[in-house]
């Protein structure tokens, strides 16, 4: 059973454009929700995260939404950029767990 | 920085042979893990390991084995390669960072063909 629900699969984004993923989770024990970015031919990196107690949280270009009630969160990337073209991967966990549940992956294709 | 490194970034293995791919870590975390990734899958969580000579197995464990002998090295095995498990291998190490939480650091994969 897949933890956490992530779309769009794959996105497409003019330079200059908003990129948005939606990710959605159903265990409330979760209290840490970050935000892994992945290159091609790398690993993926923690880009940004969020607790649940804000409901966003922004660093650059990059924004997470966190809706408590409704158990979702999303990123937006502001001012996309070619160099963001990216697989996105949400996450859940404890603040202090061991573990991580991903979601599918974004494939985003910012053109130029 | 941290490193996670795994051994080897293309593979080429035949049906049938067993085929180790190897992982290490220079920052002394307990936590380790192998995903698997494919598209339109995301990644997909195959072993992973709290402790030396600890293992759990994930969502998709069959065909595989792990070991972890030494704490900075964990070790996956597939036992009987079959073409169903070509695929990208990532390997990562957790710690949960003082007041900023649970962190993954993940290898740069390795890239897996069976034939």
């Known amino acids: 059973q897949q933890q956490v629900k992530q779309s769009p699969q794959s996105l497409i984004v003019q330079k200059g454009g908003i990129s948005i993923i939606n990710c959605a989770y159903e265990?409330?024990?979760?209290?840490?929700f970050p935000w892994y970015q992945q290159f091609p031919g790398k690993g993926p990196a923690l880009l940004i995260a969020?607790?649940?107690?804000?409901s966003e949280k922004k660093e650059g270009r990059f924004t997470i939404s966190f809706n408590k009630s409704a158990k979702q969160f999303s990123l937006h990337i502001m001012d996309s950029q070619p160099g963001d073209s990216a697989t996105y991967f949400c996450?859940?966990?404890?603040?202090?767990?061991?573990?991580?549940?991903f979601g599918t992956g974004t494939s985003l294709t910012v053109i130029p | 920085d941290v490193k996670v490194t795994q051994s080897s970034r293309y593979l080429v293995k035949r049906t049938g042979e067993k085929v180790f791919l190897e992982c290490v870590q220079d920052m002394d975390h307990e936590n380790m893990f192998w995903y698997r990734q494919d598209p339109g899958l995301g990644l997909r969580l195959i072993y992973f390991s709290y402790d030396v000579k600890m293992k759990e197995k994930g969502d998709i464990p069959e065909g595989y084995s792990v070991s972890r002998e030494k704490k900075e090295r964990f070790s996956l095995i597939l036992e009987s390669a079959s073409t169903n498990q070509t695929s990208m291998y990532l390997c990562a190490s957790l710690t949960v960072r003082t007041g900023r939480g649970t962190e993954a650091f993940f290898g740069q994969g390795t890239r897996l063909t069976v034939v």
């Open positions: 265990n409330t024990a979760f209290d840490y």
């Open positions: 996450a859940a966990s404890r603040w202090t767990g061991n573990q991580f549940y």
């Open positions: 969020i607790r649940p107690d804000v």
